[in-house]
Nanobody
């Protein structure tokens, strides 16, 4: 499984950005895709996850109501719509594939099996 995130850039506080994650390879093995930003000097955290087969979504409290995760199975692509962004959202955003989904730990970055290259999101005026 290979993953490639894109769509990052510079955005002003309160603005919006949409990230994309394209999966290739053995995509039929993927049960869920998540997003895990890592800010400079901090550990990677999980903020959102979507179960591919049932469209079940999970969000961290820090992004709930502001970020929306969605999927396009025909294109093996998962999106992260980021609205009302804050300077604290600044990070490199990585997407990851989970081959054994569990709801209770869906956004735990430690459970993901494959990580792609990230895309930098900078929130600044």
């Amino acid at each position: 499984v290979q993953l490639q995130a894109s769509g990052g850039g510079l955005v002003q506080p309160g603005g919006s950005l949409r990230l994309s994650c394209v999966a290739t390879g053995s995509t039929s093995d993927i049960e869920a895709i998540g997003w895990g930003p890592q800010a400079l000097g901090k550990e990677r955290e999980g903020v959102s996850c979507i179960r591919i087969s049932e469209d079940i979504t999970t969000y961290a409290d820090s992004v709930k109501g502001r970020f929306t995760i969605s999927r396009d199975n025909a294109k093996n692509t998962v999106f992260l719509q980021m609205d009302s962004v804050e300077p604290e959202d600044t990070a490199v955003y990585y997407c990851a594939a989970d081959l054994a989904y569990t709801l209770t730990s869906a956004i735990n970055p430690g459970r993901y099996d494959y990580w792609g290259r990230g895309t930098l999101v900078t929130v600044s005026s």
